[in-house]
């Protein structure tokens, strides 16, 4: 099982909503990944864990939430978001001794 | 400051030749560099990786270049074929270590002409 799945695909949400993106992997992964793409842009670093633990925030305003309940998982809370939020964002895994990233399908976010 | 470039913002080549991508850094410490294609509505997908240690990495029908002194990677693909169209972007790490960050250049969008 080399997959990292991403719910949901698409999400459309107010800027007072709360809502939540998750990422799972089975790999026996132990670093995990958000990262945020605009269109026309290359992705962008938000947040890893390694080992569970939050290693690299990289100043992500904090209407974004990370959460690692264990090492398969991975949440990205939303909350009072605004529109330039609006974007795929995509969740890696990796072997935290190194090499390359998986990435998940994404998950695309419209903020209205 | 982009620190991972890529030029070409689209490539367009014949089906059975060879397609050459390419990726300029200017962070001298960036020690390992990853290809990666990505389809829309997808995740980027690794291709291939070299180390700073080492000048060609060869995959099959895919090769990575690295000129450490000019700061210059590539990216061959050879024979082409159409299932090659996609978007390609390479990266750069500053160690193997993977919880350090992954710089990506801004893609190129590789279209092969059947």
């Known amino acids: 099982d080399t997959e990292v799945t991403q719910t949901p695909k698409h999400l459309v949400m107010g800027m007072t909503n709360k809502k939540s993106l998750k990422c799972e992997q089975h790999?026996?992964?132990?670093?995990m990944y958000w990262y945020k793409q605009k269109a026309k842009k290359p992705p962008e670093l938000m947040f890893v864990?390694?080992?569970?633990?939050?290693?690299i925030n990289e100043s992500v305003p904090s209407r974004f939430s990370p959460e690692c309940p264990n090492s398969s998982l991975l949440n990205l809370h939303l909350h009072a978001l605004q529109p330039e939020d609006s974007a795929l964002y995509l969740c890696?895994?990796?072997?935290?001794?190194?090499?390359?990233?998986?990435f998940g399908e994404g998950s695309r976010l419209t903020v209205l | 400051d982009q620190q991972v470039k890529q030029n070409s913002p689209s490539l367009s080549v014949q089906e059975g030749r060879i397609s050459i991508l390419n990726c300029d850094y200017t962070?001298?410490?960036?020690?390992?560099f990853l290809w990666y294609k990505k389809y829309p509505a997808e995740g980027p997908t690794f291709l291939i990786s070299?180390?700073?240690?080492?000048d060609k990495n060869e995959d099959g029908r895919f090769t990575v270049f690295l000129n450490k002194s000019a700061k210059h990677l590539s990216l061959h693909i050879v024979p082409s074929q159409p299932g090659d169209s996609a978007v390609y972007f390479c990266?750069?790490?500053?160690?193997?270590?993977?919880?350090?960050?992954?710089?990506f250049g801004t893609g190129t969008r590789l279209t092969i002409i059947p």
């Open positions: 864990y390694s080992y569970e633990k939050l290693s």
């Open positions: 070299i180390s700073s240690i080492k």
């Open positions: 990266a750069a790490s500053l160690n193997n270590f993977g919880n350090e960050k992954l710089t």
């Open positions: 962070n001298s410490m960036f020690d390992y």
């Open positions: 790999m026996g992964h132990r670093a």
């Open positions: 890696a895994s990796s072997h935290p001794w190194g090499g390359e990233l998986f």
